[in-house]
């Protein structure tokens, strides 16, 4: 579930040459998980931090901001999945060229293609992902996802928390695809 930070890394592209800082409170990561082959639940983490300076854009996502509105699903997620205690935060990491926003007037957007560097649990994994970059103002830039973006557990290799989440909760399966949708703000520093 944690796959889904790396959705909200691709909003990150909305910078351009100055410095750029997120703004949580105009900003959302949410995915989607389904239990059973037939039960879908969106989840959503409630706290992003990041920036942009220059070409490249880091974001942060605090494992401990998942809500799944179930608390301790929270909580299992954290210990068995994320593996909070050791790593607390997953990491999304991109590269955009200048010119892909530089000559936006406000109110208008662009679509950029964007590889994203993600990290969940140390372990990394690179995905594309369809990224609108609109400006809103002289200092407010908004991206967001496109289309859904699928991730797959196993390529963190989070199948053992998968599987032990699925156990303790008595479900004959937690699907590894997620699909991963967000809208970020930056607003120049």
Do not use: C
């Not at 809103?136 to 989440?165: E, H, Q, W, Y």
């Not at 479900?171 to 695809?177: A, M």
Request: hydrophobic share 50%; proline share 3%; charged share 15%.
């Amino acid at each position: 579930m944690k796959v889904f930070a790396l959705a909200l890394a691709l909003a990150s592209s909305l910078a351009s040459a100055a410095n750029w800082q997120l703004d949580n409170s105009g900003s959302s990561l949410h995915f989607v998980s389904v239990k059973n082959d037939v039960v879908a639940e969106t989840h959503q983490f409630n706290q992003l931090t990041g920036q942009w300076d220059g070409n490249s854009v880091s974001i942060q996502i605090p494992v401990s901001s998942l809500e799944t509105q179930i608390p301790i699903r929270n909580e299992r997620i954290w210990q068995y999945v994320l593996q909070a205690e050791t790593f607390a935060a997953i990491s999304v990491s991109a590269t955009l060229a200048e010119a892909d926003t530089a000559k936006l007037a406000t109110g208008q957007s662009t679509v950029v293609t964007l590889q994203l560097k993600v990290t969940i649990a140390a372990e990394t994994t690179e995905v594309i992902a369809a990224v609108r970059i609109t400006k809103l103002s002289d200092n407010t830039l908004a991206a967001a996802s496109v289309a859904p973006i699928m991730l797959n557990t196993n390529s963190f290799k989070l199948t053992a928390g998968v599987a032990k989440l699925q156990q303790l909760a008595g479900l004959k399966r937690i699907e590894p695809l997620l699909p991963v949708s967000f809208n970020v703000q930056f607003t120049k520093a």
